[in-house]
């Protein structure tokens, strides 16, 4: 830690905020439509024919709702994409579409084909964007809500996990709502599953000594639970929570992904836990192990860490292929340095100036051992959220993507909104009750070092129309910064700056999702910026930068989801008839860094 200080300025021309269907990035700067959802993937991939959906078609060409990006390079101007689809909007994909309970049942697995992920080979023109590679595409791939998957780790064929159709419980097909993700320092991708509840119906059957977790994880088991849902049962039994109880069990983990192995088998890792997962992103700890940082994305959910038993051996693809299956996994308790009666949910800064205090991350389990009381590893591990209330885990406001600063070692999440925090619930790491525009959170892990189990924390960012008096940007003044709602994914450039790209900043403050960037150290410390912003109805997702420092992609997901085929609200990209969820390049035209 300590390393390479110095003073980053972001000296791009900031945006001011759009309402544009577009994407419009800054002066000096252009920017491409890399693939959009329909695309073909894989060989022998049929053009796509909106009015002419079928299944077979969509396992082979790109799915819907790019969510994470992440970029592996393979030569100077070649390289993997990887994009997490996350889910579908039925509304804006099939022509008349008013329920799951009515839908051909064709187009209930076209949705489930247009889950999961894709590979797409790419390289890069000789203007700077990029675009599918027409050669080889050896490594192409898609994952889809059906593709068998591995589960490892030490819940894999625990009775919790087991089904009739695997009674080993150790292989589950697909994977669903994968939002945000990471890289890990060996190169594969994890990718995460998010909001799993949503594809389960008949909960109402299912075993009563099962209810209070499936509510626990936002699993409906009462009232009607078929309704307003895709109803991916209609095509696959193992959606019915009273045939098959155990079936959810097997969602909501992180996946891990070899891009550069076609023949992977997807693993989904139970060592790190069973939450909402946003993304899982890495750093090595002082003596080579992998640390590795989650969000769990629900109002007054918690922070986790795992911390693998073994080091990381770079090269050793076999060795670092186990990394994620032994170790311990924390969950994290914070305490504010300041007096409570200081946090009125206004959102004030207390009177030592800082939103501040320590940390302390709890252990709940390593492979053989639990740390909580009447739970086995396996329980804790499978209803990873139950484990955390009798730790006494800090209630946060949605924790969302987390992310390492490469030039500090701080690490930093993002808290999206909690509309539900009640003035009186408010404490120094949430300070405002209700918190409609989230904050961000700087982690300081004692010694710099990963693998430790303290740490100090701070709030740099308390997000908002800078006008409003509570808004924070590290100090900096508010006259210069542009305003930021819903933080959501993040990335950090070379230099140490946060690119921050936020979903729900339309609701709050009237503005589409943007892609933002800050400096996180030095003099401009706060200066908030907006780089990107992106069409009607669309969250920003993404963002990645390259290791090159010359490309940033984002994703624009669900443009125009308020909307219907019959009426849309937006027409990007292609100013047809119909939105088409697609990963975008930026680049500077003078091949600058980007943030130059
Ligand atoms: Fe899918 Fe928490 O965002
Ligand atoms: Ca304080
Ligand atoms: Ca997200
Ligand atoms: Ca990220």
Not at 35 to 64: C, H, M, S
Not at 330 to 350: C, H, I, M, Q, W
């Amino acid at each position: 830690g300590g390393k390479g200080k110095g003073n980053p300025r972001l000296k791009f021309e900031g945006l001011p905020p759009s309402t544009a269907d577009d994407v419009v990035v800054p002066k000096g700067y252009a920017h491409n439509v890399v693939i959009r959802w329909g695309d073909p993937v894989l060989p022998g991939a049929p053009e796509f024919d909106f009015e002419n959906q079928t299944a077979e078609a969509q396992e082979k060409q790109f799915g819907y709702n790019c969510d994470y990006v992440a970029f592996r390079e393979l030569s100077r101007d070649r390289g993997l994409l990887w994009v997490n689809h996350e889910y579908t909007n039925e509304n804006l994909m099939f022509a008349g579409y008013t329920d799951g309970a009515d839908i051909d049942p064709e187009l209930i697995k076209v949705s489930m084909a247009a889950h999961g992920g894709s590979i797409v080979e790419i390289v890069r023109d000789r203007k700077g964007g990029w675009r599918p590679s027409k050669g080889k595409r050896r490594f192409n791939r898609r994952i889809t809500a059906t593709t068998p998957m591995r589960i490892t780790g030490p819940a894999a064929g625990d009775a919790l996990l087991r089904t009739e159709a695997d009674p080993e419980g150790t292989e589950v097909l697909g994977m669903l709502n994968n939002c945000a993700g990471g890289m890990t320092p060996w190169g594969t991708i994890l990718t995460c599953e998010e909001n799993f509840n949503q594809y389960f119906v008949g909960g109402e059957g299912a075993p009563e000594e099962a209810k209070a977790a499936l509510k626990r994880y936002g699993v409906p088991v009462e009232g009607d639970t078929r309704k307003d849902n895709r109803r991916f049962d209609r095509v696959d039994e193992r959606f019915d929570l009273s045939k098959h109880p155990n079936e959810v069990n097997r969602f909501g983990w992180v996946v891990e992904i070899d891009p550069t192995d076609p023949d992977y088998k997807p693993r989904k890792r139970t060592l790190l836990g069973r939450i909402k997962h946003e993304g899982a992103n890495t750093r090595i700890t002082d003596d080579g192990r992998v640390a590795v940082y989650m969000g769990d994305d629900e109002r007054f959910d918690y922070i986790y860490k795992f911390v693998s038993k073994n080091r990381y051996r770079k090269g050793s693809r076999r060795h670092n292929d186990t990394l994620l299956d032994s170790g311990t996994l924390y969950v994290a308790r914070l305490t504010g340095n300041s007096p409570a009666e200081e946090f009125d949910g206004s959102g004030k800064l207390p009177s030592d100036g800082a939103f501040d205090g320590v940390g302390e991350w709890i252990p709940l389990c390593t492979e053989e051992e639990s740390y909580v009381d009447g739970m086995t590893v396996a329980e804790v591990l499978v209803h990873t959220r139950i484990a955390g209330d009798k730790a006494g885990a800090t209630k946060m406001d949605r924790p969302e993507d987390f992310e390492p600063n490469p030039v500090t070692g701080k690490v930093y999440c993002a808290l999206t909104n909690n509309s539900a925090r009640e003035p009186g619930q408010a404490d120094e790491s949430n300070p405002r009750g209700p918190n409609k525009h989230g904050h961000i959170l700087e982690i300081t892990e004692a010694g710099d070092d990963a693998g430790a189990t303290e740490f100090t924390w701070d709030v740099p960012v308390v997000c908002g129309d800078p006008a409003d008096p509570d808004t924070y940007f590290a100090g900096y003044d508010k006259s210069k910064v542009a305003p930021i709602s819903a933080p959501d994914n993040l990335t950090f450039d070379k230099h140490g700056n946060l690119w921050i790209s936020t979903d729900g900043q339309p609701g709050e403050l009237g503005i589409h999702d943007a892609l933002h960037a800050v400096p996180m150290h030095g003099k401009y410390k706060g200066e908030l910026k907006t780089f990107a912003t992106v069409p009607v109805d669309a969250e920003c997702c993404g963002p990645f930068i390259t290791e090159d420092n010359k490309t940033v992609f984002i994703a624009p997901q669900h443009p125009g989801e308020e909307g219907t085929v019959e009426e849309p609200t937006s027409t990007w990209p292609d100013r047809g008839a119909f939105p088409r969820p697609s990963v975008v390049s930026i680049w500077h035209k003078k091949g600058k860094d980007i943030g130059s």
